[in-house]
């Protein structure tokens, strides 16, 4: 049984960083892609940034280009998200999530088959 955990989350002021790291576990196989996603109340779950770890090409919503850094150790089949000029927008559950498959799209999360059960990030102004 695949495993996805979620660390790192808390609260900051605007303009503060915040590192996310998340570890999937429980299979011998690699993960394709893992991507990190984030929800408030009352929306949809969106996409934040992903990268596809054989080729280790990442990918970014255009909310947190230039702010958000998502990289990955693949001998540890763990991926961070480091959170740089946070905004109070940015205020989220933020969720990791882990594709064994090939295709689909790093930010429609119905191509994720595993997920964590999430990391609030708090940014106050």
């Known amino acids: 049984q695949v495993q996805v955990v979620e660390s790192g989350g808390g609260s900051v002021q605007a303009g503060g960083s915040l590192r996310l790291s998340c570890a999937a576990s429980?299979?011998?196989?690699?993960?394709?892609?893992m991507g990190w996603f984030r929800q408030v109340p009352g929306k949809e779950r969106e996409g934040v940034a992903g990268?596809?770890?054989?080729?280790?090409?990442?990918l970014y919503a255009d909310s947190v280009k230039g702010r958000f850094t998502i990289s990955q150790d693949n001998a540890k089949n763990t991926v961070y998200l480091q959170m740089n000029s946070l905004k109070p927008e940015d205020t989220a559950m933020y969720y990791c999530?882990?594709?064994?498959?090939?295709?689909?799209?790093?930010?429609?999360?119905?191509?994720?088959?595993?997920w964590g059960e999430g990391t609030q990030v708090t940014v106050s102004s």
């Open positions: 999530a882990v594709s064994y498959l090939y295709g689909g799209s790093w930010s429609s999360a119905d191509d994720y088959q595993y």
């Open positions: 429980g299979t011998a196989y690699s993960p394709n892609s």
């Open positions: 990268i596809y770890t054989g080729g280790g090409k990442s």
